[in-house]
């Protein structure tokens, strides 16, 4: 199982877009992915936290990883958001993502039975969808959504499989992202899961992120892992600082809601959010629209 997947760049979890009566609009999906290919994005999380994975069902992921793995092009990868409570789903709908084409599956921390996720348990969990994955695996720590923080203890242990390429660390702890970078090895790739976090994350050995942000902010994110890379710390770092707004407008502080109608408001498609998740409102959008004016992602109106 090789390890030759580069996870440098910048990767939106996308949202999952659906139509006026609620089901997956499979041909926005396509659209969306069309114009998103036009930008510096180095490729596509798929049913991530973003992508209302929890509102899906089984048969629904399974034909949006279809609609994506098509409109994806080799230039790009597509990452399947494959995990579930339980060890078989994950690796059954792991097996169904590399069938429609992902090229990696992104697992989230199982975390329902909380009080029994413990480093045995996650720790026997990882190693067996890695195990039986035709693809390799890239760990998803997000404490926000689970309650369960993946240590650095465990994610270098597991780094050591061979089907483990990678982190997306959503905690923001900056200081475990260096300890994994330091202890995992050089084929273990760590992505920052914020584009609040993404320049720090880089001078600590990051190659990227997968960030909600890049969905509707791809150019300024690309610019500062270029910016980084050419050594032009203090462009990168003005850009960083810009984008702490919008970054929190479309996470924290008003969630997918906020992600999708920014999405709506750059011209391509967000659409509404699957209950019992609501729309924004309208005090709510035009504080998003003010947010991307200031920060250069909307132009003034």
């Known amino acids: ?13 996308i949202p999952t877009p659906f139509d006026a009566d609620g089901r997956v609009d499979h041909d926005r999906l396509a659209l969306n992915l069309e114009k998103w290919q ?23 992921k399974i034909e949006t990883w279809k609609t994506a793995g098509q409109a994806i092009d080799s230039d790009h990868l597509f990452i399947a958001g ?42 026997n969990h990882y190693t067996r969808v890695a195990g039986g994955s035709p693809i390799p695996i890239i760990l998803y720590n997000v404490p926000v959504f689970t309650g369960i923080d993946l240590g650095a203890e465990i994610i270098v242990e597991l780094s050591r499989h061979p089907n483990i390429i990678g982190l997306k660390e959503s905690s923001g702890n900056v200081v475990k992202m260096g300890e994994v970078v330091g202890s995992a090895g050089n084929t273990f790739q760590v992505l920052a899961g914020s584009g ?21 902010a791809p150019h300024p994110l690309a610019e500062i892992v270029e910016s980084y890379h050419n050594g032009e710390m203090e462009k990168a770092r003005e850009i960083q600082l810009r ?13 997918i809601p906020g992600l999708k109608a920014a999405l709506d408001l ?11 998740l609501l729309p924004l409102d309208r005090d709510q959008e035009s504080e998003l629209r003010n947010t991307l004016e200031k920060a250069g992602i909307l132009s003034v109106s």
């Open 243 to 255: 984008l702490i707004p919008p970054n929190a407008a479309v996470t924290t502080r008003f969630g």
């Open 196 to 216: 609040s976090f993404l320049l720090p994350a880089l001078t600590v050995g990051a190659k990227g992120c997968v960030a909600a942000l890049a969905a509707v």
């Open 82 to 123: 494959t995990g579930c409570e339980s060890t078989a789903e994950t690796l059954d709908l792991t097996e169904k993502a590399a069938e429609l084409g992902a090229d990696t599956a992104m697992v989230v921390t199982p975390h329902y039975y909380k009080p029994r996720m413990d480093h045995r348990a996650l720790l």
């Open 266 to 276: 750059i011209g391509m498609y967000g659409g509404p959010v699957r209950g019992p």
């Open 38 to 60: 036009d930008t510096p994005l180095s490729g596509f999380a798929v049913l991530g936290s973003n992508g209302e994975a929890v509102m899906l069902k089984a048969e629904e």
């Open 1 to 13: 199982m090789a390890k030759d997947i580069s996870l440098k760049g910048c990767f939106p979890p």
